[in-house]
């Protein structure tokens, strides 16, 4: 955690703009990255939009730069080359070097990782870099990287002290990251975001899920497939996905559409991609026997996606949750009540955590009928039945962290 140390306690107050990162950039002389970039926004399924295009264009043979957000436990995890991460002396280097330009222009920790991102990818000669959007659009980091093509998932309700409390306000926000001229790939032709696109950009570099591009895909168990992607540009039949879940199949599509955008894809390649993609605390299975499943899920909307497919599936596992203060975790909770009656509660050592007397509260308040509380993630690896733990990437992150050790 060389970075994240660096910055501990004294993180620069946060204020949207993007002339602190632009300077940056512009002092280390990294304006014009050598690589083409593409940047995916959005509120759910960034992180597994990543995973899928950076699989399709490294197995399409090119050297890759992806740029994650956020880790779970180690801060290595935000920069990989070829879907492996920085080594610790690599990014002690990079601090080290760019020390003097995070105080001189007073970058935040995001700012900060952004960076040392450009400098890593173009060290490294990378052919394309994906980029992760930290927060929103408008006025993200990422946005200094001039990507050639950018997606943006959906827009659902997250961040709404930074984006907005109306989805209109937050689609505005995400739809920021839209260079003119370039391709601009959306996972909805749904309100807000399709109309506001109309208006905010040129309609000939829209490519819209639903319009111009087609998907079509079950979940089977614990296996996903995609059956159809069609469009003008591409198409490809009966593919199973690394990634589980119904909701991959959309970011699937969107994967396709935006990495066709910079290169020719080839049916052969694009299938082992999607089979080979993986992405740690995305419906990860840990553990098959019992099952234990790692999900990142931190809002409402991503907990009911979540927890509505495994009861179409008809799998039934006993939730793990925690929640972060200023995040709205109640309505969380509330949807796993519909799901199990049993409900095992964990204050995370982060400092944003919930405290566990509130959220054992809130269980009690909506009915659990059994709420065990838990000392440290170190316990969920011993529960014997089968376990979905959610509602925090920190709470996972820290799962992970004891399996390491």
């Known amino acids: 955690m060389v970075l994240y140390e660096l910055y501990r306690g004294k993180d620069y107050k946060i204020v949207p703009t993007l002339d602190r ?23 759910n399924g960034k992180g597994s939009t990543c995973a899928f295009s950076e699989s399709i264009l490294r197995h399409h043979g090119y050297k890759t730069g992806w740029f994650v957000s956020p880790h779970l436990f180690d801060e290595k995890e935000r920069w990989r080359i070829n879907g492996q991460k920085i080594s610790e002396e690599r990014l002690r280097y990079y601090v080290e070097d760019l020390k003097v330009v995070f105080e001189r222009f007073e970058l935040t920790y995001f700012e900060a990782c952004t960076l040392i991102a450009l400098k890593f990818f173009q060290d490294e000669r990378v052919d394309f870099a994906v980029f992760e959007v930290g927060m929103g659009g408008r006025w993200d980091a990422t946005r200094v990287c001039n ?13 709404i002290k930074w984006l907005g409390k109306t989805p209109e306000e937050r689609a505005r926000e995400k739809l920021g990251i839209y260079v003119p001229g370039r391709p601009i790939v959306l996972g909805s032709p749904k309100y807000p975001l399709y109309p506001l696109a109309l208006e905010v950009c040129q309609k000939e570099d829209l490519l819209v899920a639903g319009m ?19 469009s003008d540009f591409f198409h490809i039949k009966d593919v199973r996905l690394g990634l589980w879940g119904k909701w991959q199949i959309d970011n699937a599509s969107i994967a396709l559409a935006l990495t ?27 553990r098959e026997k019992p099952l ?24 039934k596992l006993t939730p793990v949750f925690t929640g972060l203060k200023e995040k709205e975790w109640k309505d969380s ?7 199990s009656e049993r409900i095992y509660l964990l204050e995370i050592r982060h400092h944003r955590g919930e405290s566990l007397s509130e959220l054992v509260k809130e269980a009690e308040r909506l009915n659990f009928q059994e709420i065990i509380t838990l000392k440290s993630a170190e316990e969920v690896l011993n529960l014997r039945e089968d376990i979905l733990v959610i509602g925090s990437f920190y709470l996972v992150g820290e799962i992970k962290e004891w399996i390491e050790k």
Not at 21 to 43: D, F, H, M, R, W
Not at 147 to 159: G, K, V
Not at 265 to 286: I, P, Q, S, Y
Not at 292 to 315: C, E, F, M, R, W
């Open 21 to 43: 990162i632009q300077k940056a950039v512009e002092y280390v002389g990294l304006k014009n990255p050598p690589y083409i970039s593409v940047l995916v926004g959005g509120t």
């Open 147 to 159: 990507p050639s093509a950018c997606a943006i998932t959906n827009i659902q309700r997250d961040h």
């Open 212 to 230: 111009d591009f087609f998907a079509k895909g079950v979940v089977n168990g614990m296996q996903t497939y995609l059956e159809e992607f069609t």
């Open 260 to 286: 066709a955008q910079v290169v020719k894809l080839k049916e052969d390649k694009v299938r082992l991609a999607l089979e080979n993609t993986k992405l740690e605390g995305r419906m990860e299975v840990l």
């Open 292 to 315: 234990l499943i790692l999900d990142g899920a931190h809002n409402a909307d991503s907990v009911k996606i979540v927890i509505n497919q495994l009861k179409a599936s008809g799998i």
């Open 333 to 339: 909770m509330k949807i796993l009540r519909d799901f």
